[in-house]
């Protein structure tokens, strides 16, 4: 809810600020063949296959990955994605996901390499604050200010990530180590919240590794996926990026969810017992 008073914000700047130039061009002006270039299929069928696979693994994570509803949700994921593949390639007038952008190898790089980056990140921050809140006894608020680093770190990457871009005019290097820094950021919280206990100091300096790295990448990303397609995919190349990032973002979620959830399920049939033990 924090977010929405920022998002109408920006929408307000920029409904005053950005001034475009009118048509010439009758047809472009016209509603009704603008509407008709909106790929809703592919849109409706991405939203149908990314809900049930959310639902699979959320049902996963509180039921179990054996459940029927959740092997039926979870298959019929496969096939709505394999779908929306055919929508795009054979149906689609102007897809919103071309194949001939998605399939180079640069680009579809680009667009797998936020997908996991992301879904990491993500599955990071949703669960620290929980873990500060059931370990250290912390409210939700106080949790959540020790994510502070990691805002700084993510602040911080993307504009050195620039910087050296600018100077260099270079990128894949920079990737290639944004990239090494937050997977090496992932080890120190994972030690620090659990073989090396609670310490968090180390947690700090692990997101701000994360922070800084994934932002860095997400920065030079964007740069190698511009400079790949041509100047008429730019826009559609962009779009499909936030589009993998999106997905990833939900994704991780959602596994880490029932994998979180699958483990302390089976901890807790382990350690309790008594007539409410089923019930708790």
Same mark, same amino acid.
């Given at each position: 809810?924090?977010?929405?008073?920022?998002?109408?914000?920006?929408?307000?700047?920029?409904?005053?600020?950005?001034?475009?130039?009118?048509?010439?061009?009758?047809q472009e002006t016209n509603f009704k063949a603008q509407l008709k270039r909106v790929d809703f299929l592919g849109a409706s069928v991405l939203v149908l296959a990314v809900f049930t696979l959310?639902?699979?693994?959320?049902?996963?994570?509180?039921?179990?990955?054996?459940?029927?509803?959740?092997?039926?949700?979870?298959?019929?994921?496969?096939v709505l994605f394999a779908l929306f593949g055919l929508?795009?390639?054979?149906?689609?007038?102007?897809?919103?996901?071309?194949?001939h952008i998605v399939q180079g190898r640069t680009v579809l790089s680009v667009y797998l390499s936020n997908f996991f980056c992301f879904a990491g990140h993500m599955s990071v921050l949703f669960y620290l604050p929980l873990y500060y809140q059931a370990v250290s006894s912390l409210t939700a608020g106080a949790?959540?200010?020790? +994510?502070?680093?990691?805002?700084?770190?993510? &602040? /911080?990457?993307? @504009?050195?990530? #620039?910087?050296?871009?600018?100077?260099t005019g270079k990128y894949y290097y920079l990737i290639v180590f944004a990239y090494t820094l937050f997977f090496a950021g992932t080890v120190p919280v994972f030690l620090a919240t659990g073989?090396?206990?609670?310490?968090?100091?180390?947690?700090?300096?692990?997101?701000?590794?994360?922070?800084?790295?994934?932002?860095?990448?997400?920065?030079?990303?964007?740069?190698?996926?511009?400079?790949?397609?041509?100047h008429e995919d730019q826009a559609v190349a962009t779009a499909v990026s936030y589009l993998?990032?999106? +997905?990833?973002?939900?994704?991780?979620?959602? &596994? /880490?969810?029932? @994998?979180?959830? #699958?483990?302390?399920?089976?901890?807790?049939?382990?350690?309790?017992?008594?007539?409410?033990?089923d019930e708790v």
């Open positions: 809810m924090g977010q929405f008073p920022v998002a109408m914000l920006a929408i307000s700047v920029v409904s005053v600020a950005l001034h475009l130039p009118s048509s010439a061009n009758p959310l639902f699979g693994l959320d049902r996963g994570g509180n039921i179990s990955i054996k459940d029927t509803y959740v092997i039926a949700s979870l298959c019929t994921s496969l929508v795009e390639v054979k149906i689609a007038t102007e897809p919103f996901a071309p194949l949790a959540g200010l020790r +994510l502070v680093p990691a805002i700084a770190g993510g &602040v /911080s990457g993307s @504009l050195f990530g #620039g910087l050296v871009m600018q100077k073989i090396l206990g609670n310490s968090t100091p180390i947690i700090c300096a692990g997101i701000v590794c994360m922070g800084f790295g994934s932002s860095m990448a997400v920065t030079s990303t964007l740069v190698a996926l511009i400079a790949a397609v041509g993998f990032r999106a +997905l990833g973002q939900v994704t991780g979620v959602s &596994v /880490s969810s029932m @994998l979180v959830q #699958g483990s302390l399920r089976r901890e807790l049939t382990r350690v309790l017992d008594g007539a409410d033990a």
